[in-house]
Nanobody, 126 residues
């Protein structure tokens, strides 16, 4: 079994930065693809970023078009934690952000993920 707990959300001004954390428990962290999705009221769940470690030296990262160049995903295997550093935040980034583990084939689809955290609210407003 896998448990995922997000933290780090809050209120931030446009142009500001925020760092989200996803603490994972269970035995799947090292080899699994971990992703971030977000969902705003009235909108479908949107892919944000994902990270996969193939070996001790090689990481693969993936980003949604709307966050490329602004967000950075990383992971700390010692702490079993995935991070999402968000920079140059915009009001349209406002959403609940979820951490999830992939089990299916498509990194970009929410239906390919089987374990989800409860989410953390990010609000970008002046």
């Amino acid at each position: 079994q896998v448990q995922l707990v997000e933290s780090g959300g809050g209120l931030v001004q446009p142009g500001g930065s925020l760092r989200l954390s996803c603490a994972a428990s269970g035995s799947t962290f090292r080899s699994s693809v971990l992703g971030w999705f977000r969902q705003a009221p009235g909108r479908e769940r949107e892919f944000v970023a994902a990270i996969q470690q193939s070996d001790s030296r090689t990481y693969y990262t993936y980003y949604g078009d709307s966050v490329k160049g602004r967000f950075t995903i990383s992971r700390d295997n010692t702490k079993n934690t995935v991070y999402l550093e968000m920079n140059s935040l915009k009001p349209e980034d406002t959403a609940v952000y979820y951490c999830a583990r992939r089990y299916g084939d498509n990194t970009y689809l929410s239906t390919s993920y089987d374990y989800w955290g409860r989410g953390t609210q990010v609000t970008v407003s002046s």
